[in-house]
């Protein structure tokens, strides 16, 4: 058992693949989002992911049966230039779409348009 981890991205980098394997919840999936900036291939649930603009086989992997679970992480951990694809994919998806800059100018917008309302 690992316990408290004071950086998670220290602890993450290490990870040949980082998985979700949701089968409820609800929220923003911040974690999931961490690990495409870090470039990281990640496997999901379609729940874990639910709400991101993702592409399963491009920015990460979605299964959502126990063995194509286990067959989506086995792939990834067997083919490095598979998982450093996806990986790289996941990044430019998080620098194009939610990058602090990109999601912040939409919330400004937002507020903008609560001016005189």
């Known amino acids: 058992m690992i316990g408290y981890v004071s950086d998670s991205q220290e602890m993450s980098r290490d990870c040949g693949v980082f998985i979700v394997p949701l089968r409820s919840g609800s929220g923003v999936r ?5 690990a495409l900036a870090m470039a990281l291939p990640v496997v999901s649930t379609s729940i874990g992911a639910e709400g991101l603009d993702v592409v399963s086989g491009k920015h990460l992997i979605l299964a959502d049966t126990p063995s194509d679970f286990a067959d989506a992480v086995a792939t990834l951990l067997r083919n490095k230039e598979l998982a450093d694809q996806i990986g790289n ?12 800059d990109i999601v912040g100018g939409k919330l400004l917008k937002i507020y903008d348009g609560l001016d005189g309302a």
Request: glycine share 6%; net charge positive; aromatic share 12%.
């Open 30 to 34: 911040v974690k999931i989002l961490n």
């Open 89 to 100: 994919s996941g990044r430019d998806l998080v620098c194009e779409k939610y990058s602090w």
